[in-house]
């Protein structure tokens, strides 16, 4: 009750500041979609659009914190991996902050739009020869060696500026139907948002905000061709098992070694969720249907609504359930992705008339 303003700052009370370096971030729209929502069949979907953020995707929450620290510890230069949206918004955090940033990139595997942010708020951008685990290997070795403040993931602040989503959501939630959802749906990669989640709902419960019951079931989508969580929830977490070999067309989740999996894996498996795998032609579909409700989304975030479908198609997810579904980025994020799946333009004559023709044809 006493929070506020809007945003991720109006839950200062669960952040390490009172303000951060700010765009400003979050407040994003929790959307109805009444007609994926009867096409999936369940009671209630909401898409919490997290790609309306400053630079287009949830990263931003983190960021904001994440560079107010760095600020205060008065650390020379930033620098993350990324598979783009942490490269985006560092490098527009660290402009807003006046830092320098370093962004390391796995070669030819990371969306238009992203590395078009990056660039333009003037990061310095390395093109790393492999895939997203070897840039954090080698990031974390600069910043072990004093070349650089880590701000990936790892970094616990930015996952206390995610937990904000936690918070939008359940207060939203239940401003709207006076119950908080049974289930969130997210896409995940480095599982820093399911682990940011899970401590945020840790936090309402241990403070007595929550009861344990009403703490939604945190359930994660991931690319087949990049699912080493959905590997662990079947089959237990195994330190050494990286994927060496990822591939989807989901680049902003194509990640074999999920560093945060310790921290998710029991956010997942406490709250009675769980994890499943879709494909590339999955994900696709749901970016459509999503479209189709006027909500665009890049393909990692679509992720969510086709795993939620898929899920309740094996009916491990009950048609009277109230879930919210996740989408993490902005459809113009990855401009190409959407052309794929989208309609060619077609060429017409500079003439009324035939375009008329055209159009009856
Ligand atoms: N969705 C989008 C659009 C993302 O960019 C990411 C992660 C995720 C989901 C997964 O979130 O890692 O917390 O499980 N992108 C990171 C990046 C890896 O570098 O931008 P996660």
């Known amino acids: 009750d006493d929070f506020e303003g809007r945003g991720v700052w109006r839950y200062n009370a ?8 700010s765009l400003p971030e979050g407040a994003t729209p929790l959307h109805e979609v009444p007609r994926l929502e009867a096409d999936v069949g369940v009671e ?16 931003d929450r983190g960021m904001t914190v994440g560079v107010r620290v760095a600020k205060e510890l008065g650390v020379g230069r930033l620098a993350c991996a990324s598979t783009g949206n942490t490269s985006a918004a560092l ?16 070669a030819g595997k990371v969306a238009a739009g992203k590395i078009a942010q990056a660039s333009l708020h003037d990061a ?25 403040y880590l701000l990936n993931s790892l970094n616990p602040f930015r996952l206390e500026g995610q937990k904000t989503i936690g918070l939008e959501i359940l207060e939203e939630f239940h401003e709207d139907y006076g119950s908080y959802p049974d289930r969130i749906v997210l896409p995940v990669g480095n599982a820093g948002n399911t682990s940011a989640l899970y401590k945020a709902f840790r936090e309402l419960v241990q403070s007595g905000a929550l009861d344990v019951d009403d703490v939604p079931k945190l ?12 590997e662990a929830i079947e089959n237990g977490w195994d330190e050494t098992r990286r994927w060496d070999e990822v591939e989807t067309r989901a680049t902003a989740i194509r990640i ?36 189709g409700e006027g909500v665009g989304v ?14 309740r198609a094996e009916g491990v997810v009950d048609a009277d359930e109230q879930v919210v579904c996740l989408t993490t ?9 959407a052309f794929e799946a989208g309609d060619d333009p077609e060429p017409v004559p500079n003439d009324t008339e035939a375009v008329l023709e055209h159009l009856a044809e």
């Open 14 to 21: 669960a952040l390490p500041f009172e303000e951060g370096v």
């Open 44 to 59: 209630t979907l909401r898409v919490k659009h997290e790609g309306m953020n400053p630079t287009g995707s949830f990263k």
């Open 91 to 106: 490098a527009a955090y660290g402009a807003r902050g006046g830092m320098e940033t370093l962004v390391l990139l796995p």
């Open 124 to 148: 310095r951008i390395l093109e790393v020869d492999g895939n997203f685990d070897s840039c954090l290997d080698i990031v974390q070795d600069l910043a072990a060696r004093g070349e650089a």
């Open 219 to 230: 359930t994660g989508v991931q690319a087949e061709g990049a699912a080493p969580m959905v």
């Open 256 to 291: 074999g070694n999920p560093v945060n999996a310790p921290k998710a894996l029991p956010g997942i498996r406490e709250t009675n969720g769980t994890a499943v795998a879709v494909s590339d032609e999955e994900i696709t579909e749901a970016q459509r249907d999503l479209a």
């Open 298 to 311: 890049e393909p990692a975030s679509a992720a969510s609504v086709a795993g939620l479908r898929k899920l």
């Open 329 to 337: 980025g902005h459809l113009l994020k990855d401009p190409d992705a």
